[in-house]
């Protein structure tokens, strides 16, 4: 698709039919469309298979919207979910949709805060003025909603969305001890009989199974594509990785998974012919910290503007989200939860105390991507994260790592004082 022909695709009368407010939308849609030929589509010797991943942008509204609400008729759940810790599996087994929800968007900030304090994290209030302005599609389509108990901001807005559409909320543990994981397993246990309830169906250790194979390749996918931006020079733009792991939470996940492998092995072709998203001589970032939800692109555009490369986030739209499986040995239903409950179990987000485990995984993605510094990203009013940071930065200065640590939300307000930190950053890898 050439860039000037590029546009996200206008679905009107379906947005009617969601009872959306088409008029305000579909200024949106075009403002995305643009943003997007800029930062996208003008990228040099960019990969032939980011093809596929562009028309998933140009349908972002329409086709994958459609595929959603063709398996609501099948009588089919379709779950919207904020957090990487509720078990998509489940959702799958019983043959329905997980849609990530989170907010990257400025644009629906001012709905919120008609309701929400303006001085609460960017990416709740985006998603809640996504639903209370009528300008998802996403939202408008699914069946009901899944929160958890992760940070205060997304807890307690889970009691006002569910005026807007039924939201439920599993209970996340803070901590990893042995009662932790009893309560993680029969939260687990209990989402279960939830999608069985609503979807008038009964998941079977089969379907289980069968949904566990399609989430771990997809989660393969990522990992492989991961591992290969660590060539030199990056076969991939920073921004075109975060961009697939932005659509993962959104598209078909077994059409998802074969269109990322067929990526891969164009990009190891690319890695044998040393050829590059950029120069090999580009500063190689690596970013850590809060997920970016689509479309927050604004750290990735700008270091990437600024002549480096991002070669992996440590973050849930990121490696936090695919580095772990499950094990697919397991034949009971019990032994099944078991394993699954033990996976999610890992994921190292700072909601957790203590959780060192993040900062000896920081540093060993570190040296895998072959970074070369790295960015700490921290959405505004993530407290956990914010704190957190402090131990990431003590454990860059003792191994010597170049490090920046930015705090920014989803106006375009801070970008010039940005700019400037990132090229003096990128100056000192330069050396
Ligand atoms: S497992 S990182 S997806 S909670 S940035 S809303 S924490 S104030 S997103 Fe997250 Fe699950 Fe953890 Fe991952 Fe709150 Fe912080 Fe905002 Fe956050």
Known sequence: MSSAAFEVRPYPEMWA?????????????????????????????RPANMAYFDNMVAEIFGGRIKEMLAVKKKGKPVVGTFCVYIPEEIVVAAGGVCVGLCGGSQGSVPDAEKVLPRNICPMVKSAYGFKA????????????????????????????????????????????????????????????????????????????????RVINDKRRALQRLTRLRAASPAPISGKDA??????????????????????????????????????????????????????????????????????????????????????????????????????????????????????DQILKEYRESKAQGILHYSLQFCHTYNIEEIKVREACEKEGIPYLSIESDYSPEDVGQLQTRIEAFLEQIRG
């Open 133 to 212: 302005g009528r300008i998802c599609p996403y939202f408008q389509s699914v069946d009901f909603v899944y929160g958890e108990t992760t940070c205060d901001a997304k807890k307690k807005t889970w009691e006002l969305l569910d005026r807007l559409v039924p939201t439920y909320v599993m209970e996340i543990p803070q901590m990893k001890k042995k009662r932790d994981r009893t309560l993680w397993l029969e939260e687990v246990q209990e989402f279960k009989a939830k999608v069985e309830e609503v979807c008038k169906t009964t998941i079977s250790s089969e379907d289980l199974a069968g949904a566990i």
């Open 242 to 359: 975060l961009l697939i792991e932005q659509i993962a939470f959104y598209d078909e996940p077994v059409r998802f998974a074969e269109k990322v492998n067929t990526l891969c092995d164009e990009l190891e072709q690319r890695v044998a012919a040393g050829i590059g998203a950029t120069p090999a001589d580009a500063p190689r970032v690596m970013v850590s910290g809060t997920p970016m939800a689509l479309p927050n692109w604004k750290v990735h555009n700008l270091v990437e503007s600024a002549r480096a490369v991002v070669v992996n986030e440590e973050s849930c739209i990121g490696t936090r989200y695919f580095k772990d499986l499950i094990a697919e040995d397991k034949k009971t239903m019990d032994d099944q939860l078991a394993v699954l409950t033990d996976r999610y179990m890992q994921i190292d987000c700072s909601c957790f105390t203590p959780n060192d485990e993040r900062i």
């Open 17 to 45: 039919e969601l009872d959306m407010d088409v008029g305000r939308f579909d200024k949106a849609r075009q403002m995305l469309g643009e943003v997007y030929r800029k930062m996208f589509l003008s990228q040099k010797n």
